[in-house]
């Protein structure tokens, strides 16, 4: 079957490649439509790895899809043969302890689709588990759709959050999981949203939503202008999503006396952390790896017309382009947001 294989690091092929066809009980078969490119499938291509993941030999990329049901499993009840739908990436072991606690996303034996040696989704088909895979309402778009994956990671990030209706919050980093864990900040009752970053063109983007303000840091250090728009209180909750060790060192400096801290973004490489500015102030730390249990939340939001991702969608290539489309997100040029492909 064709697909966008990485052979090894920097070098892509748009060729065909065996991939397993079977179609279990419980599966479905999918015609892809539209594929995200995340970062993580760039940083694959520019870096071979992250963290001990590592491409040791080819791979199909993509996980952020979403495409029509052409043929179902002998059990599957609950979609049908043209069933417009988008799959959840990360298949658990549903007899796993992580899976039986209900935070499967941790679950060492998870299959995550592109993430080596597990083949992704920038091919015409794809078999996958039904329990996985959600019909989508007649109103979000094959684009919106592929667009949940990245979406449930900022909706996993306000959960953690423990958002209270009226919470004024800080995204720290307006890439494409900063901007959408700020409209799920919004969604889960944030009052207002502050997102900052170096980069105006995405700072203009997020900054159109109604509730969010930006800050950029050309002009202002972050916790100059959070103070003064708290009244030197601080932020309920401050969202770290750059993954960079400045904002990181800098997140207890924004939040207020027993506010929250959540951690979104990965840096690249270990970075200390003032654990006394935490304690001083009584801050509670949150996680987030990927997510769990949250594909129907994030679609309920998109068709409910509360989240609007369709602004966040920069560019679209066709298939045969996806070589140009992964290029083009490796220049990561400052106006960009997601980039996605067409099959």
Not at 79 to 94: S, T
Not at 265 to 275: I, K, T
């Amino acid at each position: 079957m064709r697909a966008l294989v990485l052979e090894e690091k920097g070098r892509l092929n748009l060729r065909d490649i065996d991939l397993p066809e079977a179609l279990g009980a419980g599966d479905v078969r999918v015609k892809v439509h539209t594929v995200g490119v995340c970062g993580s499938d760039v940083h694959y291509y520019t870096h071979g790895k992250i963290g001990p993941f590592v491409v040791k030999e080819p791979m199909v990329l993509g996980h952020e899809a979403s495409g029509v049901v052409c043929e179902t499993g002998a059990d599957v009840t609950h979609l049908n043969v043209g069933d417009r739908v988008c799959m959840e990436p990360g298949i658990p072991d549903p007899t796993s302890r992580a899976s039986k606690l209900g935070i499967y996303n941790v679950d060492p034996a998870v299959r995550f689709w592109a993430t080596p040696p597990v083949h992704g989704c920038l091919t015409p088909e794809v078999v996958h588990p039904a329990a996985f895979t959600y019909r989508l309402p007649d109103n979000v778009s094959f684009a919106e759709a592929a667009m949940v994956e990245p979406f449930a990671i900022g909706l996993q990030s306000a959960l953690r959050a423990r958002i209270r209706p009226g919470d004024i919050a800080v995204v720290t980093g307006a890439g494409p999981i900063g901007m959408v864990t700020a409209l799920a900040a919004l969604a889960g009752g944030c009052a207002k949203v502050l997102v900052t970053d170096f980069a105006q063109p995405k700072l203009d983007l997020i900054g159109a939503y109604d509730g969010i303000e930006t800050i950029n840091l050309n002009v202002s250090t972050a916790q100059d202008r959070i103070m003064e728009l708290t009244e030197g209180w601080g932020a309920d909750v401050v969202f770290e999503c750059s993954g960079a060790a400045p904002a990181m060192l800098d997140v207890a400096n924004l939040a207020r006396p027993g506010g929250a801290v959540v951690l979104v973004g990965m840096p690249v490489d270990p970075v200390p952390m003032d654990v006394v500015g935490f304690q001083a102030k009584e801050l509670r730390i949150e996680t987030v790896f990927r997510y769990a249990n949250i594909y129907d939340r994030a679609i309920n939001l998109i068709s409910s017309g509360k989240v609007d991702l369709k602004p966040l969608i920069t560019a679209t290539f066709p298939f045969e382009k996806s070589v140009e489309a992964f290029d083009r997100a490796v220049e990561q040029r400052p106006g960009d947001v997601k980039i996605q492909i067409t099959l």
